[in-house]
């Protein structure tokens, strides 16, 4: 499956932001789907999963009450729904798929996209 993020851009602190990721390819309900992150000088973190129904998600502590996942099967889409946003939350995202949710927590997807850069100002 091929991953294309979008949506990133600077904000200040306390704004939201949606970021999305289409993908093409393998069937797309097959695949859980997440986000991941990487600030300078930082390991690649998870962000939010959802499995491939859209039944469950989890989060990263940093995120939870903040940040929303999304998925729409009938569209490949997932989404990324930001809120109340800290310069702390300032990194590159990344879309990730793996076949199980695990992989995503994990931090070893199967595939991920380019990543878009979300910068938040104090």
């Known amino acids: 499956v091929q991953l294309q993020a979008s949506g990133g851009g600077l904000v200040q602190a306390g704004d939201s932001l949606r970021l999305s990721c289409g993908a093409s390819?393998?069937?797309?309900?097959?695949?859980?789907m997440g986000w991941l992150r990487q600030a300078p000088g930082k390991e690649r973190e998870l962000v939010a999963a959802?499995?491939?129904?859209?039944?469950?998600?989890y989060y990263a502590d940093s995120v939870k009450g903040r940040f929303t996942i999304s998925r729409d099967n009938a569209k490949n889409t997932v989404s990324l729904q930001m809120y109340s946003l800290k310069p702390e939350d300032t990194a590159v995202y990344y879309c990730?798929?793996?076949?199980?949710?695990?992989?995503?927590?994990?931090?070893?997807?199967?595939?991920w996209g380019q990543g878009t850069q979300v910068t938040v100002s104090s």
């Open positions: 990730a798929a793996a076949v199980d949710l695990h992989s995503i927590v994990v931090v070893t997807p199967d595939c």
């Open positions: 390819g393998r069937t797309f309900s097959s695949y859980a």
């Open positions: 959802i499995t491939r129904s859209g039944s469950s998600t």
